[in-house]
């Protein structure tokens, strides 16, 4: 009986931690996961034109194997967001 060979080569991915406050900005499309949290103690902040209230966390993950995120804009005006996105 035959035999497969299967070569597999392990994938890095380098994290990316930010802190916007009192800011609007992006997160650059290419990312493979992004997680968003608001992290101000007293406002909303948006993320794509939706509320993100004190306390919530979003997270966006590209579901195919080589699959990347698109541009994510954010605004924190009159708030803090705490923003970590793996890429390679």
């Keep these: 009986m035959g035999r497969i ?5 392990a994938v890095t991915f ?3 931690i930010e802190r916007p406050r ?3 900005g ?3 499309s290419g990312a493979y996961s992004v997680s968003i949290a608001n992290v101000d103690a007293a406002n909303d902040a ?3 034109g939706v509320a993100l209230k004190i ?5 966006f ?26 890429r390679k």
């Design 5 to 9: 060979q299967v070569q597999t080569e």
């Design 14 to 16: 380098k994290p990316t």
């Design 22 to 24: 009192n800011t609007s």
């Design 26 to 28: 992006y997160i650059a």
């Design 46 to 48: 948006t993320v794509d």
């Design 55 to 59: 306390g919530e966390t979003i997270s």
């Design 61 to 86: 993950s590209a579901s195919e194997s080589n699959g990347t995120l698109g541009r994510i804009e954010y605004d924190a005006t009159g708030s803090e967001l705490l923003i970590i996105s793996l």
